[in-house]
């Protein structure tokens, strides 16, 4: 018994020391990461919230101004015409993204593996584009006068659309590079929680009659809930800060229509000597997009799957 009692003070005390050794390996494997990260994101972020208070621009030194920059964007009219403007946009690009990607993977599921690879490839093309490429791209195609787009129309008779020049086609006119951006990764990783779905579901609903639409409704979508919740919640921050385009393809016009709130901040910034304004407004927008993911995480269940 006492040799017993000894083996398995022994082999405790071994654990013990291995756990030790371990958790030391693991902190130090970290050290870089959280270096880096207080380094470009913890202490960037205090600056800026010690800024946000300040009137301070690159010419003079930091004065103290309490709550005054965030009152001035509180009150701007402006900036929360941004904000419903973003959220328009984001109407515009995250619901038909999440269907076409739902579609466009359907369909890569459903083929033979040599044709479903061709189809990733090409849907993923998009993503590895610049943005700014995109941009000018499409101002090409939406030109009025040699753009591919009223060409084609023309074929059928429809007069020539100011599609970038007209405000009410200018913010449709960016949401459709949007989507082609952003087409690519949603699709893939729609495609992804789809092959890990058990195919013994399917046969199981085959069994008993059950078509495509019956199949998605009751297998598909359900199964697919965490991963629709996650690109909705990431597709609605990338959309809402959606900068690249509106800059290269209207810079905000005409007529603001397509001032969306980075941009709405980016030229605060490059236009006003006082900077604390501009970091307020990043800062009341962080403050936004939490709080609207917060609702979407409370009001859509992510409860996890159980196997």
Do not use: C
């Amino acid at each position: 018994m006492a040799t017993a009692a000894v083996d398995r003070r022994t082999i405790k005390k071994r654990q013990d020391t291995y756990r030790y050794r371990d958790g030391k390996v693991a902190y130090l494997f970290l050290l870089p990461v959280v270096v880096l990260l207080g380094i470009f994101v913890v202490w960037p972020a205090i600056y800026a919230g010690f800024l946000s208070f300040q009137d301070w621009s690159f010419y003079k030194d930091p004065e103290f101004v309490g709550w005054k920059n965030f009152t001035d964007v509180l009150s701007d009219r402006l900036f929360w015409a941004s904000v419903g403007r973003g959220f328009v946009f984001v109407a515009m690009t995250v619901p038909p993204m999440l269907v076409l990607a739902f579609l466009f993977a359907s369909l890569v599921v459903s083929v033979s593996r040599r044709f479903a690879s061709i189809l990733k490839v090409s849907i993923y093309i998009p993503t590895i584009i610049s943005s700014v490429i995109t941009s000018i791209i499409f101002v090409l195609i939406y030109d009025y006068s040699g753009g591919l787009l009223n060409w084609f129309l023309g074929q059928f008779g429809i007069d020539p659309i100011a599609w970038i020049g007209d405000p009410a086609w200018a913010l449709l006119a960016i949401a459709i590079p949007a989507i082609w951006l952003g087409m690519g990764l949603t699709s893939l990783i729609m495609v992804a929680a789809m092959v890990d779905i058990p195919q013994e579901f399917y046969e199981a609903a085959a069994m008993e009659g059950a078509n495509w639409w019956q199949k998605t409704a009751y297998i598909t979508l359900p199964q697919m809930k965490n991963i629709i919740l996650f690109l909705l919640v990431t597709g609605f921050v990338a959309a809402i800060q959606q900068f690249e385009l509106p800059l290269v393809m209207t810079n905000g016009g005409p007529l603001d229509s397509t001032m969306l709130p980075n941009l709405f901040i980016f030229n605060h910034f490059r236009n006003d000597i006082n900077v604390g304004y501009s970091i307020a407004a990043a800062l009341v927008m962080f403050v936004v997009l939490g709080t609207v993911s917060a609702i979407v995480f409370k009001f859509v269940n992510s409860e996890r799957l159980v196997d």
